[in-house]
């Protein structure tokens, strides 16, 4: 096989994991695992599309990489600054790769990353900087910093990755540079006027979600005195031992990932919502999503998790959880379900569309989620319907007994708190009506379904 044209290693804390080959003019991709990493018992694939012992086809290591990258803004910014294409997904990574989503840093190839790095102290971050930053991003980029782009994450709002050794604003914030690693992402108030409070509307969501017992990631809001939200980030645990201070990174990848679907796909309704387009539904939906238990480890309890992740969905009104917003972690063993994020009540800006990014059954609508949806739903995905009345009670009577206490405890606003509360009493009466549709779903025949 001839060298490729270009070339990057996957590393994994000083370990040499894989060569990624690419050949711009055919655009072929490459992936060949080194023999170190294959024969390792703790080896694991980066994704199920992409497996340790057979050829990985051109597309899905495209496809892998693709959904590593920024969106929308972010993205052009990102190319910009690189000089590179939107759509020149090798120099893209290239440019970010070291500080991604998941366990592995993408370096050149040749560049040892097993090597000690030279110790520089690290740059600090305050909150007046912080400050000035975030009022300045219209011209000047959030992500830019010393004149080096520092975000690598997936998603569309602005980000800011920090290492942070603690709660961030209680100890020091760090921009990470090998060998620390990010711990937190820092997202700001939106720029979008249409979008108020959305720092305290995401915090509360998560807030909420970890007082019933599902598993959140954690978050604390950070002001400047701007609200920025501060999410600990679950694939990654600081250490501090003999050898310093150092980040444990952990491999993760969304739905997206391992559905091989581009981030394109991360809608069910992939080509659009309107008109003709609305009929194309290749995206990720509730069925693709249960469909990747095949390679769970803990098939009863994850597909328990992808269950209450749908139904808390519909309980705070967020119908922006798309394919991007479901991880799984990687082991050598398969996938494991990861902690939920971007958790947001959508529905209290009705400037924006309230269609579901995946449909329960065949509908879209919110507010059109009823007992018929429900069964057709728990059909397809394979849910027992007594599980999903149990489920549906579940939620009802957490919100019942938790939904006002975490408003009233966490450290809102004014303006903020007004909005908690309308997400407080859309959740209330949402989880009443979804409890007693579930209860109707359980008797609907399966020959009407």
Not at 99 to 104: D, K, L, Y
Not at 132 to 161: F, H, N, T
Not at 281 to 290: A, M, N, Q
């Given at each position: 096989?001839?060298?490729?044209?270009?070339?990057?290693?996957?590393?994994?804390?000083?370990?040499?994991?894989?060569?990624?080959?690419?050949?711009?003019?055919?655009?072929?991709?490459?992936?060949?695992?080194?023999?170190?990493?294959?024969?390792?018992?703790?080896?694991?694939?980066?994704?199920?599309?992409?497996?340790?012992?057979?050829?990985?086809?051109?597309?899905?290591?495209?496809?892998?990489?693709?959904?590593?990258?920024?969106?929308?803004?972010?993205?052009d910014?990102?190319?910009?600054?690189?000089?590179?294409a939107?759509?020149?997904?090798?120099?893209?990574?290239?440019?970010?790769?070291?500080?991604?989503?998941?366990?592995?840093?993408?370096?050149?190839?040749?560049?040892?990353?097993?090597?000690?790095?030279?110790?520089?102290?690290?740059?600090?971050?305050?909150?007046?900087?912080?400050?000035?930053?975030?009022?300045?991003?219209?011209?000047?980029?959030?992500m830019?910093?010393?004149?080096?782009?520092?975000?690598?994450?997936?998603?569309?709002q602005?980000?800011?990755?920090?290492?942070?050794n603690?709660?961030?604003?209680?100890?020091?914030?760090?921009?990470?540079?090998?060998?620390?690693?990010?711990?937190?992402?820092?997202?700001?108030?939106?720029?979008?006027?249409?979008?108020?409070?959305?720092?305290?509307?995401?915090?509360?969501?998560?807030?909420?979600?970890?007082?019933?017992?599902?598993?959140?990631?954690?978050?604390?809001?950070?002001?400047?005195?701007?609200?920025?939200?501060?999410?600990?980030?679950?694939?990654?645990?600081?250490?501090?031992?003999?050898s310093?201070?150092?980040v444990?990174?952990?491999?993760?990848?969304?739905a997206?990932?391992?559905?091989?679907?581009?981030?394109?796909?991360?809608?069910?309704?992939?080509?659009?919502?309107?008109?003709?387009?609305?009929?194309?539904?290749?995206?990720?939906?509730?069925?693709?999503l249960?469909?990747?238990?095949?390679?769970?480890?803990?098939?009863?309890?994850?597909?328990l998790?992808?269950?209450?992740?749908?139904?808390?969905?519909?309980?705070?009104?967020?119908?922006?959880?798309?394919?991007?917003?479901?991880?799984?972690?990687?082991?050598?063993?398969?996938?494991?379900?990861a902690?939920?994020?971007?958790?947001?009540?959508?529905?209290?800006?009705?400037?924006?569309?309230?269609?579901?990014?995946?449909?329960?059954?065949?509908e879209?609508?919110l507010?059109?989620?009823?007992?018929?949806?429900?069964?057709?739903?728990?059909?397809?995905?394979?849910i027992?319907?007594?599980?999903?009345?149990?489920?549906?009670?579940?939620?009802?009577?957490?919100?019942?007994?938790?939904?006002?206490?975490?408003?009233?405890?966490?450290?809102?606003?004014?303006?903020?708190?007004?909005?908690?509360?309308?997400?407080?009493?859309?959740?209330?009466?949402?989880?009443?009506?979804?409890?007693?549709?579930?209860?109707?779903?359980?008797?609907?025949?399966?020959?009407?379904?």
């Amino acid at each position: 096989m001839n060298q490729p044209t270009h070339q990057l290693s996957l590393w994994l804390h000083k370990r040499h994991v894989a060569d990624i080959g690419y050949e711009p003019l055919n655009e072929a991709w490459s992936l060949r695992y080194t023999d170190e990493w294959s024969q390792d018992r703790q080896a694991f694939a980066l994704s199920p599309a992409l497996p340790l012992d057979a050829e990985c086809s051109s597309a899905s290591i495209r496809r892998f990489i693709e959904n590593l990258l920024p969106e929308g803004r972010a993205l052009d910014i990102v190319a910009s600054a690189q000089g590179v294409a939107k759509s020149n997904v090798y120099g893209l990574i290239r440019a970010l790769g070291a500080e991604t989503t998941g366990a592995f840093r993408f370096l050149p190839h040749g560049e040892d990353g097993g090597k000690e790095p030279s110790r520089v102290r690290p740059r600090e971050i305050s909150l007046a900087e912080l400050d000035e930053r975030i009022g300045e991003r219209e011209s000047r980029p959030l992500m830019e910093w010393d004149g080096k782009v520092r975000m690598s994450v997936a998603g569309y709002q602005d980000k800011l990755l920090v290492y942070a050794n603690g709660e961030p604003g209680e100890v020091p914030m760090f921009l990470p540079d090998f060998p620390l690693a990010s711990t937190h992402i820092l997202k700001p108030e939106p720029a979008d006027a249409r979008l108020p409070h959305m720092v305290a509307n995401e915090h509360f969501c998560m807030k909420l979600a970890k007082r019933l017992g599902l598993p959140a990631a954690s978050v604390s809001i950070l002001r400047t005195p701007r609200p920025v939200l501060a999410i600990a980030r679950f694939d990654r645990a600081a250490h501090n031992d003999t050898s310093g201070s150092w980040v444990e990174r952990k491999h993760i990848i969304d739905a997206c990932q391992a559905s091989d679907l581009p981030a394109t796909y991360k809608y069910e309704r992939n080509i659009g919502s309107v008109g003709e387009a609305a009929l194309y539904r290749d995206g990720v939906s509730f069925p693709k999503l249960f469909d990747l238990l095949e390679h769970a480890t803990r098939k009863a309890a994850d597909r328990l998790t992808m269950l209450r992740w749908a139904l808390f969905q519909l309980v705070i009104g967020n119908s922006d959880a798309h394919g991007k917003n479901f991880s799984f972690f990687v082991h050598r063993s398969g996938l494991q379900a990861a902690p939920w994020y971007d958790l947001v009540s959508v529905v209290q800006y009705p400037q924006f569309s309230h269609d579901l990014a995946m449909a329960f059954g065949d509908e879209f609508d919110l507010d059109q989620i009823k007992a018929f949806s429900l069964a057709d739903f728990a059909q397809r995905c394979g849910i027992d319907r007594q599980l999903l009345v149990r489920e549906c009670r579940r939620m009802r009577d957490g919100v019942r007994q938790h939904a006002v206490e975490v408003a009233n405890s966490q450290p809102y606003l004014a303006a903020e708190r007004e909005l908690v509360s309308k997400i407080v009493e859309f959740a209330q009466a949402q989880s009443e009506r979804l409890e007693a549709a579930s209860r109707e779903a359980r008797g609907i025949s399966p020959n009407m379904l």
